[in-house]
């Protein structure tokens, strides 16, 4: 049975990075599993990349004929969901507020991250989409101020390169 928890912890991530294979005009990255999966994120390489440099890259719909124009999406769609129009790249402040979590005891195949720690969702100013990511440290609560980390030295090439930090005040 999982200990409940109470108290701050401490988040690290405990898999490989992956390598990878190709880098234009997407990226593709090796994936290893009981077999090796190559897998490319095709449109949604700016995402990931920017990950890797420091970055929080979303995309908005720009078509003034769609009702959801200007509308930002974080996680990024690579086509607006009402217009299927293709979306704008834009670059997101990555500050926000903890709009909700839950302590996570089992992470799954994939999910290389020691555990338990704290899932949390975060909402950022001017995005019309709640973020979801992983506390580095601390205990959170809803409204708590928070900062993106990025994982620039030694990247994954997965959504294991951004997490949140308490923001210092």
């Not at 440099?53 to 690579?78: D, F, H, I, S």
């Not at 720690?117 to 909402?123: L, P, R, T």
């Not at 900062?147 to 620039?152: I, L, N």
């Amino acid at each position: 049975m999982a200990e409940n928890f109470e108290k701050a912890i401490r988040t690290k991530y405990i898999g490989k990075p992956l390598k990878l294979k190709d880098d234009k005009p997407a990226w593709v990255v090796r994936w290893p599993r009981a077999m090796e999966h190559i897998h490319t994120y095709g449109l949604l390489t700016p995402f990931f990349k920017g990950l890797t440099e420091g970055k929080l890259m979303a995309t908005k719909c720009v078509n003034p004929a769609c009702a959801e124009q200007g509308t930002v999406w974080l996680p990024p769609r690579a086509d607006c969901p009402d217009c299927y129009e293709r979306m704008k790249w834009v670059k997101v402040k990555p500050e926000g507020k903890i709009y909700t979590y839950t302590m996570v005891d089992y992470a799954g195949i994939g999910v290389e991250m020691k555990t338990p720690y704290w899932q949390v969702d975060v909402e950022l100013p001017g995005v019309n989409t709640i973020f979801k990511g992983y506390l580095e440290h601390g205990k959170p609560y809803i409204g708590m101020p928070v900062v993106a980390k990025f994982r620039t030295d030694n990247p994954t090439y997965t959504i294991l390169d951004i997490c949140w930090a308490p923001k210092d005040k």
